[in-house]
């Protein structure tokens, strides 16, 4: 199956500092989201982003399909952004679901 | 737009005994999935339903897990017997078609302890 990998696994900011998030995947995707976790357990949909860039707020996302990668920037962090922020992939012939990374864990501190 | 909906939210069993947990996907969603999530971990795929039939089930331990959506709308995760080793969050998700690599959404899940 398709590996889908997340870096760093853990972060740590203080208020307003930015970050950079990464994830790579090994073979050619047809879609791929980015997920905020709570700390609920509530996932919540941040971007649906299989090539391009896209933006919403402070967060904004860059795939780069034919190089396997994808990348989730934080700027103006705040508190609420703690949580973990999972990539996750479809590959067409490989079952249609959402193939998901181990996940970033990140805690903004005041 | 409704969400996806999931009950119960939590859930505590002893080991052996028999969990049933229920979802219902985003109106004319086509897609429904079923995801299980350790923790520490990302989810992992448990099922998926294209409206009532299943496409893709090979990661379900189908001695102990059932699941079925019967009308090609709600649908319902079963384990009997649990093993202490079910304990995770389980996810639900709904996307308007699979093969249109549509959006998935996902509901709050159900977090299960097995003791």
């Known amino acids: 199956g398709i590996q889908v990998e997340q870096s760093p696994p853990d972060l740590i900011l203080q208020e307003g500092a930015n970050s950079t998030l990464r994830c790579n995947f090994s073979?050619?995707?047809?879609?791929l989201q980015w997920f905020h976790q709570n700390p609920w357990g509530q996932l919540i949909n941040l971007f649906y982003?299989?090539?391009g860039t896209k933006q919403n707020g402070r967060l904004s996302a860059t795939t780069v399909a034919t190089e396997r990668y994808s990348l989730l920037y934080i700027s103006s962090s705040q508190t609420t952004d703690s949580g973990v922020y999972f990539c996750?992939?479809?590959?067409?012939?490989?079952?249609?679901?959402?193939?998901f990374g181990k996940g970033t864990s990140l805690l903004v501190t005041p | 737009e409704a969400g996806v909906a999931q009950s119960p939210r939590y859930k505590i069993i002893e080991k052996r005994q028999s969990v049933a947990f229920w979802c219902n996907p985003i109106?004319?969603?086509?897609?429904l999935y079923w995801y299980q999530q350790i923790l520490g971990q990302g989810p992992k795929l448990l099922i998926q339903?294209?409206?009532?039939?299943?496409?893709?089930d090979s990661q379900l331990p189908k001695d102990r897990f059932s699941a079925e959506r019967l009308k090609g709308v709600d649908s319902t995760l079963k384990i009997q017997p649990a093993k202490l080793e079910d304990s995770a969050v389980y996810l639900c998700?709904?996307?308007?078609?699979?093969?249109?690599?549509?959006?998935?959404?996902f509901g709050q899940g159900t977090r299960l302890t097995v003791v």
């Open positions: 073979d050619s995707v047809n879609n």
């Open positions: 998700a709904s996307s308007f078609s699979r093969l249109m690599n549509t959006e998935a959404f």
């Open positions: 996750a992939v479809v590959k067409r012939n490989s079952g249609y679901a959402l193939n």
């Open positions: 339903f294209q409206n009532n039939g299943v496409v893709d």
């Open positions: 109106s004319g969603h086509a897609t």
């Open positions: 982003i299989p090539s």
